[in-house]
């Protein structure tokens, strides 16, 4: 069955810090994988996605993921934190079948100045 | 470039009652889609229409979830009648094409069921 797995129910970082969420897939076919970030009563916004190329994907707010296709994985990645990084963050992939969006259940990252 | 538009932002309504959500996606977006999230989960797709057709709604309660697009722009999701288990966020989202194109989310309703 096809899914999507964020390990972390939790990430905590220090300002200033490298920072990584965590993603895994699972697809038949190839993967076409996105992030969204969720701040408190916002709905969801777009980051970045993965259709095909360049294994390192370039998002908003500075964001970037790895596809790494052997490891089944898409986390995503900052250089250096922010404090208002902090939110809900949600990896998806779109199904085969009907081309909808497979939701992970959210890490939530909190940044400590 | 404006974004989807949602309204009400809060409700706050008894169990047994109706409610309605309404819907503005992107100019020019044939997809849309409305979302029932719980609170801290991930969103949990209700009904996706392409133009003013119905994609899917295989997750709609259709005993008490309706909606509509009839001229394929806005929409309305209705919920009649409320039941406690119906408290969530409500979201709407918009897409250029219902493939591989990014969702744009509205801010969402967020439906309290006393």
């Known amino acids: 069955a096809q899914s999507v797995a964020q390990p972390e129910d939790q990430v905590n970082v220090a300002e200033g810090n490298p920072l990584t969420v965590k993603c895994t897939y699972s697809?038949?076919?190839?993967?076409?994988l996105f992030w969204y970030v969720q701040y408190p009563n916002r709905g969801l916004q777009f980051l970045l996605k993965?259709?095909?190329?360049d294994n390192l994907v370039k998002g908003s707010y500075g964001f970037e993921a790895e596809f790494n296709k052997s490891q089944t994985s898409f986390h995503l990645k900052k250089p250096s934190a922010l404090v208002s990084d902090s939110a809900l963050y949600f990896c998806?992939?779109?199904?085969?079948?009907?081309?909808?969006?497979?939701w992970g259940a959210g890490t939530k990252l909190i940044i400590k100045p | 470039e404006a974004g989807v538009a949602q309204s009400p932002r809060y409700k706050i309504i008894e169990k047994r009652q109706s409610v309605a959500f309404w819907c503005n996606p992107i100019?020019?977006?044939?997809?849309l889609y409305w979302y029932q999230q719980i609170l801290g989960q991930g969103p949990k797709l209700l009904i996706q229409?392409?133009?003013?057709?119905?994609?899917?709604d295989s997750q709609l309660p259709k005993d008490r979830f309706s909606a509509e697009r009839l001229k394929g722009v806005d929409s309305t999701l209705k919920i009649q009648p409320a039941k406690l288990e119906d408290s969530a966020v409500y979201l709407c989202?918009?897409?250029?094409?219902?493939?591989?194109?990014?969702?744009?989310f509205g801010d969402g309703t967020r439906l309290s069921i006393l």
């Open positions: 989202a918009s897409s250029s094409d219902r493939y591989n194109q990014p969702q744009h």
């Open positions: 100019s020019g977006h044939a997809t």
């Open positions: 229409f392409q133009n003013n057709g119905v994609v899917d």
């Open positions: 697809v038949s076919g190839n993967p076409y």
């Open positions: 993965y259709i095909t190329g």
């Open positions: 998806a992939v779109i199904r085969d079948s009907n081309y909808q969006l497979i």
